[in-house]
């Protein structure tokens, strides 16, 4: 076989990533970081060792046996309804950008709740079977024809488009991917494009806070949570929080909370009447549900983003 032919493999099997549990990112949404499984010195030197025809040809068999053609990459796939259990790691054909789309390798790959409601079919899919996942960074391997203003090599980010992110390699469209830049770890950015929506679209749309507002953030310390205290707290809001353990108001408190109510301690309605004298607060970010509707006042707003 030509080196020409053998090094394309190489370079596959190289980048063939696993999937690594990299981090827990909140209680309920962990952040896997996809990253090569391959010694990358060990590689090098088998690149550095080009004319070593033999050598190639067998790393080359290697990859052949564990990879097929360059268009099947591996992906979560899910059949039926259900638990854990139903999501299958297998070999997909995900094909060539077309115009306006790329071709992204996935870096770090961001879990939501969505997704487990997408799996359990509380929502559902547009298909069957389908790939979860909203959110990820990647790096560009190929983009569309004709396509300008992204190039392989670009680092980006994109989330709540096209679903599928628990995989190796996507095609989405160019435009609905963000670039990252270097100053960021992939893995953070990939952890806080959908929050960070979430959180802007509450803060700054469905209600606009403002200095001298009053908010009650209900599970502070979660993904979302946590990006709302941060934000308000820097938009001049005085920040209420509820937590259920004292772990979680310490990280309220690092993120900006002004009062943290530990609300398996302490019932929470007479806290925050307490903290505002009565006058309840201007809006309540509430990621729990039906337990929590208890403390708006008579000109509050209540989202629930739960
Ligand atoms: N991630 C997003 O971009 C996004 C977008 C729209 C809506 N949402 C919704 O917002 C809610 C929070 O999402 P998130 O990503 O912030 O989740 P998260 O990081 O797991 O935080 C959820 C928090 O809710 C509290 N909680 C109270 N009762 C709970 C229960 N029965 N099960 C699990 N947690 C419970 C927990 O805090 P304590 O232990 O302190 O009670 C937990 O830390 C979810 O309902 C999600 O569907 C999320």
Redesign the pocket.
């Known amino acids: 076989m030509e080196l020409s032919r053998v090094s394309p493999l190489l370079s596959r099997l190289v980048a063939a990533p696993r999937l690594l549990l990299r981090r827990r990112?909140?209680?309920?949404?962990t952040l896997f970081l996809l990253h090569n499984s391959n010694n990358k010195s060990k590689v090098t030197l088998l690149l550095k060792h080009k004319q070593s025809k033999a050598l190639a040809t067998k790393a080359a068999a290697a990859a052949a046996e564990t990879r097929t053609p360059t268009n099947m990459v591996k992906a979560i796939r899910v059949y039926e309804h259900g638990g854990p259990e139903v999501l299958k790691w297998e070999d997909v054909e995900i094909g060539e950008p077309g115009e306006g789309e790329i071709r992204v390798r996935n870096k770090a790959i961001g879990l939501?709740?969505?997704d487990v409601?997408y799996r359990k079919g509380v929502y559902k899919p547009a298909k069957m079977p389908f790939t979860p996942g909203?959110e990820a960074v990647g790096e560009v391997v190929a983009v569309g024809p004709g396509l300008t203003g992204r190039t392989v090599g670009d680092i980006v980010a994109y989330?709540g488009g096209a679903m599928g992110s628990y995989a190796e390699e996507q095609i989405l469209p160019a435009n609905k991917v963000v670039p990252v830049p270097s100053s960021i770890d992939p893995v953070i950015a990939a952890s806080i494009m959908?929050?960070?929506?979430?959180?802007q679209f509450l803060l700054r749309r469905c209600f606009k806070v403002e200095p001298g507002h009053t908010v009650l953030i209900?599970?502070?310390?979660?993904?979302?949570?946590?990006l709302l205290c941060q934000w308000a707290n820097a938009l001049g809001a005085t920040v209420i929080g509820?937590?259920?353990?004292k772990e979680?108001a310490a990280q309220a408190k690092d993120d900006g909370c002004h009062h943290v109510i530990l609300?398996k301690e302490e019932d929470f309605v007479v806290r925050v009447n307490e903290i505002t004298s009565g006058n309840g607060v201007d809006v309540v970010y509430d990621?729990?549900?039906k337990?929590t509707f208890q403390v708006i006042s008579e000109y509050s707003l209540l989202m629930i983003?739960?």
């Open positions: 990112f909140t209680q309920n949404s939501n709740f969505i409601y909203m989330a959908l929050k960070g929506m979430t959180a209900q599970a502070a310390a979660g993904g979302v949570g946590s509820t937590v259920s353990t979680k609300y990621s729990v549900g337990d983003d739960g």
